[in-house]
């Protein structure tokens, strides 16, 4: 008996604490953003990856060329290989290899480059993105914001994703 007395008190506490844990999650305010559109739909995004096109572009066209070169004296050893000699047809491979040892390295100098300046460029652009949101968050009196990704439903009045595009696009 009091085996029973003290399970049905143990679940009554349990059901009340389920019950209070869900009046105060119901107080709580939340709102959704996508942080992925956000990124896509500024101005300043696009910005930067045209500045940095601008930036990288001799470098891209270095790259360029060494490919090209490489192709033309692949595809000249195809077609005059047969007529060339064996000496000939050793410095044209030692040409060809040269100029791709050569691509390969600028091509990772590029890569490495680029990807550590858009990287920059990028957390730049996070940092304006999260000061809206949590100028939005401050405004709206939002207790919790989350990422869209990480939501399984929400309600559609809940999202944030087109105020923080408008206030980022007013940010420089």
């Given amino acids: 008996m009091k085996k029973l007395i003290k399970s049905i008190?143990?679940?009554?506490?349990?059901?009340?604490?389920?019950?209070?844990?869900s009046a105060m999650a119901a107080d709580q305010k939340i709102a959704v953003v996508n942080f992925q559109e956000v990124m896509g739909?500024?101005?300043q995004t696009a910005a930067v990856m045209k500045s940095l096109e601008?930036?990288?572009?001799d470098e891209k066209a270095v790259l360029a060329q060494l490919e090209q070169d490489i192709k033309y004296l692949q595809e000249k050893r195809k077609r005059d290989g047969s007529l060339m000699s064996a000496k000939d047809i050793?410095?044209?491979e030692g040409k060809i290899g040269v100029l791709f040892q050569d691509y390969q390295t600028k091509g990772k100098?590029?890569?490495q480059s680029t990807g550590a300046r858009k990287n920059e460029e990028t957390n730049k652009i996070i940092a304006l993105v999260r000061q809206?949101?949590?100028n939005i968050a401050a405004k709206g009196d939002y207790d919790l914001v989350?990422?869209?990704?990480?939501v399984v439903y929400s309600k559609p009045d809940s999202a944030i994703t087109e105020e923080v595009v408008k206030q980022v696009s007013k940010l420089k």
């Fill in 9 to 21: 008190a143990i679940a009554t506490a349990a059901s009340g604490y389920i019950l209070a844990s």
């Fill in 41 to 43: 739909k500024i101005p």
């Fill in 54 to 57: 601008e930036e990288f572009k």
């Fill in 90 to 92: 050793e410095e044209l």
């Fill in 109 to 111: 100098a590029f890569q």
């Fill in 132 to 134: 809206a949101i949590d």
């Fill in 146 to 150: 989350l990422e869209q990704s990480a």
